[in-house]
Nanobody, 124 residues
């Protein structure tokens, strides 16, 4: 069982930045594909970004391309989602997720483990 914990959410003005972190209790994330999703009230959970096991390959949703960056640290203990130029429409609960099998970074919720989520609110 992998327990994921997100941190770093909060309230920020439009144009600002936030940095989310995802850690796995008691283990590294080097063997896992890690995905970031978000869910706004009344909407379905949507893919935001993902990083492969090595940390060398990333995928982004069109809506965040060029503004968000995800990465694994060298020891793969933490996966970060750096969010810049935030917009009010980025407001949502953000989740990190991990998948053990496969080579391709899924952009649908085909992940094995999920964190509890962290709220990101962007004011206009």
């Amino acid at each position: 069982q992998v327990q994921l914990v997100e941190s770093g959410g909060g309230l920020v003005q439009a144009g600002g930045s936030l940095r989310l972190s995802c850690t796995a209790s008691g283990r590294t994330l080097s063997s896992y594909i890690v995905g970031w999703f978000r869910q706004a009230p009344g909407k379905e959970r949507e893919f935001v970004a993902g990083v492969d096991r090595s940390g060398r390959s990333t995928v982004y949703a069109n809506s965040v391309e060029g503004r968000f960056t995800t990465s694994k640290d060298n020891a793969a203990t933490t996966v970060v989602l750096q969010m810049n130029s935030l917009k009010p429409e980025d407001t949502a609960v953000y989740y990190c997720s991990a998948r053990f099998l496969g080579m391709v970074i899924p952009t649908t919720p085909q992940y094995d483990y999920w964190g509890q989520g962290t709220q990101v609110t962007v004011s206009s």
